[in-house]
């Protein structure tokens, strides 16, 4: 674990936070969206932090009509960015669901928000309106 300071590197969709921290054991468990995930953190010590994590940035579609194709591409598009594992993840403040923010780098990805993008799976998301019906099917 370390905690590091802000900084500009270009890789974050949101303002930096005053605080963040770095883990590198970390295990995918499942994946619950296009832009949430379940993983566990090996802390050391055999403590193990298990939850819900909010990829920080984006929106993907939600599980619902009309975006359902959307979302399970996008669902879909992020289990094969995250099936070589995490290397990297680094957490933010929680959502108001009390999930956290994460910035997650993979061996082939050191973005995972930025693919999602690129990709058109997900849009920006900086707390405004979430994905709506005229999102790309």
Avoid at 62 to 71: G, L, Q
Wanted: include cysteine; glycine fraction near 6%.
């Amino acid at each position: 674990i370390m905690s590091t300071t802000p900084d500009d590197d270009g890789v974050r969709m949101s303002p930096t936070p005053a605080r963040r921290w770095i883990y590198y054991n970390v295990t995918v468990v499942s994946i619950i969206d296009g832009d949430t995930v379940r993983l566990s953190i090996d802390m050391g010590n055999k403590i193990t932090w298990l939850a819900n994590f909010r990829i920080d940035g984006i929106d993907a579609p939600e599980h619902r009509y009309p975006t359902i194709d959307a979302a399970n591409a996008a669902t879909a598009f992020l289990t094969e960015l995250l099936a070589g594992g995490i290397t990297e993840l680094e957490t933010y403040k929680a959502d108001k669901f009390g999930r956290y923010l994460v910035r997650i780098v993979t061996p082939t990805c050191p973005n995972v928000a930025l693919e999602m993008l690129t990709h058109n799976h997900a849009r920006p998301y900086h707390g405004e309106k979430k994905w709506v019906a005229d999102a790309p099917q």
